[in-house]
């Protein structure tokens, strides 16, 4: 038995159907069973919980081999946060782990440290020094961002004029990969003994800047007209203004002033020799309809 915490998300959802697919049991926990609709009759069993609430995890674990973390708290709202549940949640999903006799995957993200700008990578760090320190068995998965969550954001943007919505310049390259391939490595890792005390890195085939995705995302719709631009120091006022009322907002603002600017290339070759049956995702399968 597999327990999916994240396993409602997108990450969580293809890793889940993967799993029971192959006849592997499955259990996800989730804060609201209906947000696991999409996953009925799939076979996964789904158990109500929260990862800040350690009081519900024992009986979510129990009979648990692996335990695997998918979660996030980067967008909020409220109390939901990187402090409260990118550590601290996944602090006490590794003590019920330990409890529960059971592995832990941690899903974690390339560029976690403890000086990153960025809070939620501070905290994903934090995570992994506590897993590692645990004695619980582990495996960290750190990945690029999402190919699937940008081409989502920016054809969402585009839903209104036509033209997606790009965070700041847009001329930053930044590696992107695709879900399909993280939930294939994660599906090696909860297989593979050998993966057990290691941390395993995974990104795209390319860097990409935002202005290179958005003028894919048009050409595959038909369209040409250039994106929307909100520049930086509109975000910056943004962030200062609005993310003091809302936080979650503020963390996706600064996060946007980042991602705009800093090292965000990844070189994915190795692990892709390490496990060549990997797949690699190119930016035009994710385009298709
Ligand atoms: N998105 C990226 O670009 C990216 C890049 C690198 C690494 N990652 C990591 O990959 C993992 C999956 O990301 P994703 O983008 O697929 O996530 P997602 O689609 O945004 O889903 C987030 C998941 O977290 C769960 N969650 C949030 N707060 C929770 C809480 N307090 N208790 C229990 N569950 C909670 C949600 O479950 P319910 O709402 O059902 O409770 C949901 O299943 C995360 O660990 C993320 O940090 C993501």
Redesign the pocket.
Known sequence: MILL?????????VLATRLTAQGVPVR?????PA??GHLAGSGVQVVT?????RASLPAAVSGAEVVV???????GPGG?SPA???YQ?NVNLVDAARAGGADLV?????GAAADSPME?FRM?HAAEQYLRASGVSWTIV?????LE??IEVLTRTAARSGRPVVFGAGDNPIN??S?TD?AALVEHALADPATRGRVLEIGGPADLTFNQLAAAIQAAAGRTSAPRHVRRPVLRVMAGTLGRVRPGLGRQLRAALIMDSADLGHDTLAVRQAYPGLPCTPLSACLRP
Do not use: E, N
């Open positions: 915490a994240g396993g409602t998300g997108r990450l969580g959802t996800v926990l989730t804060r609201d947000r696991a919980g929260d990862v800040r609430d973390s998918a979660v996030h708290g980067f967008a939901v409260t549940v990118d949640g941690l899903m974690s993200a390339v939620l994903k750190r990945a690029t961002a999402f969550l940008w992107f990969v879900v993280v």
